[in-house]
């Protein structure tokens, strides 16, 4: 099992039609601030770059 197994729980229910569940764990959650963060970061950084055209990406 990797990290990214810690991130995301699922559970596999035993029906007809089968059904199978995913949520993010308290871990995951724990990263909110930091992909918030991320998230205003990469908004500004397109509001910034989105009028040059040709620009490359890295």
């Known amino acids: ?3 990214a197994t810690k ?8 029906e007809v039609p089968p059904r ?3 949520e993010i764990t ?3 959650r724990g990263l909110g601030p930091t ?3 991320l ?5 500004e950084y397109g509001k910034e770059h ?3 055209a040709g620009h490359a990406r890295s």
Request: hydrophobic letters at 45%; zero cysteines.
């Open 39 to 43: 998230t205003a970061w990469w908004n």
């Open 20 to 22: 199978i569940e995913y």
């Open 1 to 3: 099992m990797g990290f």
């Open 35 to 37: 992909m918030e963060s």
């Open 7 to 14: 991130l995301v729980s699922r559970t596999v229910f035993a």
């Open 50 to 52: 989105s009028g040059q």
């Open 26 to 28: 308290p871990k995951a």
